[in-house]
């Protein structure tokens, strides 16, 4: 996580705390790297810090700060295809503590591990609609923050879907 839990009486402080995880989510789903990952994440927080002050509440905060962590993304994808850098995506397994079952938290890490890499492929406005879903924002508002229309993002979604369970069966 990337912050640890602290008290605090500050709106903004309250509300960035309850969304960490939400953004390292969407941070992840575009970086693989987890020390690039944790530079975005800090640019993230500190956009959500100095824009704040401009949030008018027409959307909730949740919304704000996705929309910015996903900008925040693209910037930072926009910055690596110009400078012609690939990353490559860690297909080991990470290390759990205190496991009872091995055999299947391997395989919980591994469907994870398939499924972040089906999302770091997409293409970006998909990548973008498909993580804000499994974030449980609804198809407004998901229209909302990709700048596209609520049928849009049903659409996409359908064929996500449709495309991610034959892909799975396929590995079955």
């Known amino acids: 996580m990337f912050f640890k839990r602290w008290r605090t009486n500050n709106k903004?402080?309250?509300?960035?705390?309850?969304?960490?995880?939400?953004?390292?989510?969407?941070?992840a789903s575009y970086e693989a790297n987890p020390a690039i990952a944790e530079e975005i994440m800090q640019e993230v927080v500190l956009a959500i810090f100095n824009a704040f002050d401009k949030f008018q509440g027409q959307?909730?905060?949740?919304?704000?700060?996705?929309?910015?962590a996903h900008n925040r993304c693209i910037s930072h994808v926009d910055k690596a295809v110009k400078q012609v850098a690939t990353q490559t995506i860690d297909d080991g397994y990470s290390e759990q503590q205190h496991t009872t079952d091995k055999h299947t938290?391997?395989?919980?890490?591994?469907?994870?591990?398939q499924l972040d890499k089906?999302?770091?492929?997409?293409?970006?406005?998909?990548?973008?609609?498909?993580?804000?879903?499994?974030?449980?924002?609804?198809?407004?508002?998901?229209?909302?923050?990709?700048?596209?229309?609520?049928?849009?993002?049903?659409?996409i979604l359908n064929r996500l879907k449709k495309q991610f369970s034959?892909?799975?069966q396929q590995e079955q």
């Open 105 to 113: 938290l391997i395989e919980h890490d591994m469907r994870k591990q």
């Open 118 to 155: 089906l999302i770091y492929d997409l293409p970006l406005l998909q990548r973008q609609v498909f993580t804000l879903f499994l974030e449980g924002f609804s198809y407004q508002q998901i229209a909302d923050i990709c700048g596209t229309g609520s049928s849009n993002v049903g659409v």
């Open 166 to 168: 034959v892909k799975f």
């Open 12 to 27: 903004l402080e309250q509300e960035l705390q309850q969304h960490l995880p939400m953004l390292e989510r969407i941070v």
């Open 59 to 68: 959307s909730s905060s949740k919304t704000y700060f996705a929309r910015i």
